[in-house]
């Protein structure tokens, strides 16, 4: 029988639709308890030979009430995937110069405690890795020198931790039943920021120093570290010298540089020892520093200082080592984020390290990180002038890159929004990456996990807005689905193309998930970012009904089933949102602000410069109370959940979530507060693993309630 074209265009698309059911029925929708199961990869650094990359593998422990981190190395080629190291607690692995040992940091248990890691060094030939340091307060950061016989790393180990730590290991004389000496809890509080929802409470006469080690040359050699910094003042990044003689560090030498617009200064030691020479005062922050092939200069990233914004885009800077130089802006006149990336709720949630700029080994062209419309790839920068090229291009994240020897080959961890993240082996001049892992296979060979929609729409005043649409599995635009609008923190971050977990189960469980960049987003640029600065909560939340407005003009949107929420700048805005509109009929507010002043007077977050409002709120309350939603809490009459952690210092409860709920019961509206003893502002993103799934059942389990009419035990109370 011969068919005709159009019979068989019909029957290669019935083949066609036939496979793809077939493919969707073989597989099952995610769920919320499937994050225990995720495998992630974090910290990836190239060999010097460029021929295998060492990784911190990261997995959900088996009572799922924390992580495990083990470090791994997988051949550039693909494949021959090696298990380096037995721990469960390692991280920061480091190539030696001649890539014949590792140098990682490690933490055990003792008692059920984790002890205060410390610097191992691992030989690639095999054995049991070398324990290098045993201070009492830990140590991190291992940098090898040039010659690989040494390490210096960081600790915060003060001269009474030295001092005790050299009695406590003095024998006690025989009789002696004299208990350990009481090491107090109390906080002397003296200094404006004292707390970091990070690191908790800050202790400002335990700062950061260098320290060295001299690696032994037998087996029966001792090691003594020696701390080669001092002072009250912390050492914040550091470097060999390409001799090997100094270490090139910054740090910022003043008490409370919280008054101050950000700088740093440049400072040399010698690696023996000694006082540090200033190299240069530089007045904007220098972070991430990354020496050049010569040792002559460093790039690094930062900020201009001024005008002083609510968001000041990122950019690649050029410094030379020496005395009076200023720094020079390679991408002055590119208008997007270096070094930014693209927000996910799945980056590693232990372990996961940084990046660096990457330079040529010619010294000519720098290789960083750029965030674009919702996309985060690699592009190489001129250093002598001219416009940045693509090295990576594509609807995705590269969350962490690294590169070693000449800079011609560069590993990077990429994530998109239908796989979490893996390893990809690219040149450094630009070509197509090739994947060398692929960790979570076996899970979603099992899941169905489609990718979002990505759709443009036009705002009130005309400016462009983009978005993503999560559709459930099997959508069918025939009918009609709730709506959840879920919001970004920040306010200066950005949704794009990243795996989010949360945005897939929600679609699992059949809502319909739009997750827009309103103006105050990265990655569109500095005016656009700063539009929103002392009109925040404002015309980003009209951005944001706009596109919930686009979603159910195309029809598949149910209008009288929408749903809003979102996290910590998404909490303000979700809060926001139900006291200027009643269109929505459910909200979950998570870490939220709800109460400016108080968020002024309580988070770790200082406001001493004007960014975000023009004085402080003693000298200008109406301002905070007019853009907080507990101004306006008569208004709300959506049924209003909130998420919170009880350690949470970026957003403390008091000043969020905790006010709108009271004021809500007193006014006898459908309320609930859900709190998470422990957890911190990082709840969704690196909380227990048993949290970070209960708070996902809670969202949904709400939505359920109000949007779907189902019986949900939590909430079964509310009224």
Same mark, same amino acid.
């Given at each position: 029988?011969?068919?005709?074209?159009?019979?068989?265009?019909?029957?290669?698309?019935?083949?066609?639709?036939?496979?793809?059911?077939?493919?969707?029925?073989?597989?099952?929708?995610?769920?919320?308890?499937?994050?225990?199961?995720?495998?992630?990869?974090?910290?990836?650094?190239?060999?010097?030979?460029? #021929?295998?990359?060492?990784?911190?593998?990261?997995?959900?422990? &088996?009572?799922?009430?924390?992580?495990?981190? *083990?470090?791994?190395?997988?051949?550039?080629?693909?494949?021959?995937?090696?298990?380096?190291?037995?721990?469960?607690?390692?991280?920061?692995?480091?190539?030696?110069?001649?890539?014949?040992?590792?140098?990682?940091?490690?933490?055990?248990?003792?008692?059920?405690?984790?002890?205060?890691?410390?610097?191992?060094?691992?030989?690639? #030939?095999?054995?049991?890795?070398?324990?290098?340091?045993?201070?009492?307060?830990?140590?991190?950061?291992? +940098?090898?020198?040039?010659?690989?016989?040494?390490?210096?790393?960081?600790?915060?180990?003060?001269?009474?931790?030295?001092?005790?730590?050299? =009695?406590?290991?003095?024998?006690?004389?025989?009789?002696?039943?004299?208990?350990?000496?009481?090491?107090?809890?109390?906080?002397?509080?003296?200094?404006?920021?004292?707390?970091?929802?990070?690191?908790?409470?800050?202790?400002? +006469?335990?700062?950061?120093?260098?320290?060295?080690?001299?690696?032994?040359?037998?087996?029966?050699?001792?090691?003594?570290?020696?701390?080669?910094?001092?002072?009250?003042?912390?050492?914040?990044?550091?470097?060999?010298? =390409?001799?090997? &003689?100094?270490?090139?560090?910054?740090?910022?030498?003043?008490?409370?540089?919280?008054?101050?617009?950000?700088?740093?200064?440049?400072?040399?030691?010698?690696?023996?020892?000694?006082?540090?020479?200033?190299?240069?005062?530089?007045?904007?922050?220098?972070?991430?520093?990354?020496?050049?092939?010569?040792?002559? &200069?460093?790039?690094?990233?930062?900020?201009?200082?001024?005008?002083?914004?609510?968001?000041?885009?990122?950019?690649?800077?050029?410094?030379?080592?020496?005395?009076?130089?200023?720094?020079?802006?390679?991408?002055?006149?590119?208008?997007?984020?270096?070094?930014?990336?693209?927000?996910?709720?799945? !980056?590693?949630?232990? !372990?996961?390290?940084?990046?660096?700029?990457?330079? *040529?080994?010619?010294?000519?062209?720098?290789?960083?990180?750029?965030?674009?419309?919702?996309?985060?790839?690699?592009?190489?920068?001129?250093?002598?002038?001219?416009?940045?090229?693509?090295?990576?291009?594509?609807?995705?994240?590269?969350?962490?890159?690294?590169?070693?020897?000449?800079?011609?080959?560069?590993?990077?961890?990429?994530?998109?929004?239908?796989?979490?993240?893996?390893?990809?082996?690219?040149?450094?001049?630009?070509?197509?990456?090739?994947?060398?892992?692929?960790?979570?296979?076996?899970?979603?060979?099992?899941?169905?996990?489609?990718?979002?929609?990505?759709?443009?729409?036009?705002?009130?005043?005309?400016? =462009?807005?983009?978005?993503?649409?999560?559709?459930?599995?099997?959508?069918?635009?025939?009918?009609?689905?709730?709506?959840?609008?879920?919001?970004?923190?920040?306010?200066?971050?950005?949704?794009?193309?990243?795996?989010?977990?949360?945005?897939?189960?929600?679609? !699992?469980?059949?809502?319909?998930?739009?997750?827009?960049?309103?103006?105050?987003?990265?990655?569109?640029?500095?005016?656009?970012?700063?539009?929103?600065?002392?009109?925040?909560?404002?015309?980003?939340?009209?951005?944001?009904?706009?596109?919930?407005?686009?979603?159910?003009?195309?029809?598949?949107?149910?209008?009288?089933?929408?749903?809003?929420?979102?996290?910590?700048?998404?909490?303000?805005?979700?809060?926001?949102?139900?006291?200027?509109?009643?269109?929505?009929?459910?909200?979950?507010?998570?870490?939220?602000?709800?109460?400016?002043? !108080?968020?002024?007077?309580?988070?770790?977050?200082?406001?001493?410069?004007?960014?975000?409002?023009?004085?402080?709120?003693?000298?200008?309350?109406?301002?905070?109370?007019?853009?907080?939603?507990?101004?306006?809490?008569?208004?709300?009459?959506?049924?209003?959940?909130?998420?919170?952690?009880?350690?949470?210092?970026?957003?403390?409860?008091?000043?969020?979530?905790?006010?709108?709920?009271?004021?809500?019961?007193?006014?006898?509206?459908?309320?609930?507060?859900?709190?998470?003893?422990?957890?911190?502002?990082?709840?969704?993103?690196?909380?227990?693993?048993?949290?970070?799934?209960?708070?996902?059942?809670?969202?949904?389990?709400?939505?359920? =309630?109000?949007?779907?009419?189902?019986?949900?035990?939590?909430?079964?109370?509310?009224?």
């Amino acid at each position: 029988m011969r068919l005709n074209l159009a019979t068989r265009a019909t029957f290669a698309l019935a083949i066609a639709v036939s496979l793809v059911a077939f493919r969707s029925a073989d597989k099952r929708p995610i769920t919320e308890k499937d994050l225990w199961a995720f495998t992630w990869i974090g910290d990836p650094q190239l060999s010097p030979d460029g #021929s295998r990359v060492a990784y911190a593998k990261v997995v959900v422990d &088996r009572k799922h009430t924390g992580y495990e981190t *083990s470090l791994w190395s997988v051949s550039t080629k693909g494949g021959d995937l090696q298990r380096l190291t037995a721990g469960t607690h390692d991280s920061q692995p480091r190539w030696s110069p001649d890539g014949t040992r590792l140098a990682f940091v490690r933490s055990v248990e003792k008692d059920g405690k984790p002890q205060p890691p410390q610097i191992f060094v691992l030989s690639m #030939s095999g054995g049991e890795p070398t324990q290098i340091t045993e201070l009492t307060k830990g140590a991190s950061s291992p +940098h090898w020198s040039p010659d690989g016989r040494r390490i210096a790393f960081a600790s915060d180990m003060s001269p009474e931790d030295i001092a005790k730590s050299a =009695k406590d290991k003095q024998p006690k004389p025989a009789g002696d039943t004299t208990d350990a000496e009481h090491e107090s809890d109390v906080k002397y509080v003296t200094r404006a920021v004292y707390r970091s929802n990070d690191q908790g409470y800050l202790d400002p +006469h335990r700062p950061t120093h260098i320290w060295v080690a001299t690696l032994p040359t037998s087996s029966d050699e001792k090691i003594t570290p020696r701390q080669i910094t001092s002072g009250k003042f912390d050492e914040e990044d550091f470097f060999w010298s =390409k001799d090997g &003689r100094d270490i090139v560090f910054t740090t910022t030498r003043v008490d409370e540089p919280e008054y101050e617009l950000p700088h740093s200064d440049l400072y040399r030691v010698s690696a023996d020892g000694g006082e540090p020479a200033l190299i240069n005062a530089v007045p904007i922050g220098v972070n991430a520093m990354s020496p050049s092939p010569d040792g002559k &200069r460093i790039a690094f990233r930062s900020n201009l200082n001024e005008p002083v914004r609510s968001y000041d885009e990122p950019d690649l800077f050029v410094l030379d080592l020496t005395p009076g130089a200023k720094p020079k802006n390679l991408s002055a006149d590119f208008d997007y984020d270096v070094g930014g990336g693209i927000g996910g709720d799945n !980056a590693p949630p232990r !372990a996961a390290g940084g990046t660096r700029p990457i330079w *040529s080994a010619d010294g000519n062209s720098i290789v960083d990180v750029v965030s674009i419309t919702g996309r985060a790839n690699l592009m190489r920068f001129p250093v002598n002038g001219g416009k940045p090229v693509e090295v990576t291009k594509g609807d995705q994240a590269v969350q962490r890159f690294s590169s070693a020897g000449d800079g011609s080959t560069i590993t990077m961890l990429v994530s998109t929004p239908t796989n979490i993240g893996d390893l990809f082996v690219v040149s450094g001049n630009s070509g197509i990456p090739r994947r060398i892992t692929d960790v979570n296979a076996k899970l979603f060979s099992q899941l169905d996990v489609p990718a979002p929609e990505e759709i443009w729409y036009t705002s009130f005043d005309g400016r =462009k807005i983009q978005a993503w649409v999560q559709k459930p599995p099997g959508f069918d635009a025939t009918k009609k689905y709730p709506l959840i609008l879920n919001i970004h923190g920040g306010p200066h971050t950005a949704y794009g193309w990243v795996f989010d977990h949360e945005f897939q189960w929600m679609a !699992a469980k059949g809502y319909v998930v739009l997750y827009p960049n309103p103006r105050g987003s990265t990655s569109y640029g500095q005016e656009f970012g700063n539009i929103i600065q002392y009109k925040y909560p404002g015309d980003d939340y009209k951005d944001l009904m706009a596109g919930v407005d686009e979603l159910i003009k195309r029809g598949y949107v149910d209008p009288k089933r929408l749903g809003v929420t979102g996290g910590s700048g998404g909490g303000v805005l979700t809060d926001w949102t139900v006291t200027q509109t009643t269109r929505f009929s459910a909200a979950v507010s998570q870490r939220d602000i709800s109460d400016w002043a !108080a968020w002024w007077y309580t988070a770790d977050f200082w406001l001493y410069q004007p960014r975000w409002f023009q004085k402080p709120p003693f000298e200008d309350p109406k301002d905070y109370a007019n853009r907080s939603a507990i101004t306006f809490v008569d208004r709300i009459t959506t049924p209003m959940a909130f998420i919170l952690g009880d350690a949470d210092f970026r957003t403390p409860p008091e000043s969020g979530g905790e006010q709108l709920f009271r004021a809500l019961k007193y006014l006898k509206r459908p309320t609930a507060l859900v709190r998470f003893p422990g957890e911190t502002h990082e709840l969704s993103r690196s909380g227990q693993p048993w949290h970070r799934v209960e708070r996902l059942e809670a969202i949904v389990g709400w939505f359920d =309630k109000y949007l779907m009419g189902k019986d949900v035990a939590a909430f079964r109370d509310v009224r």
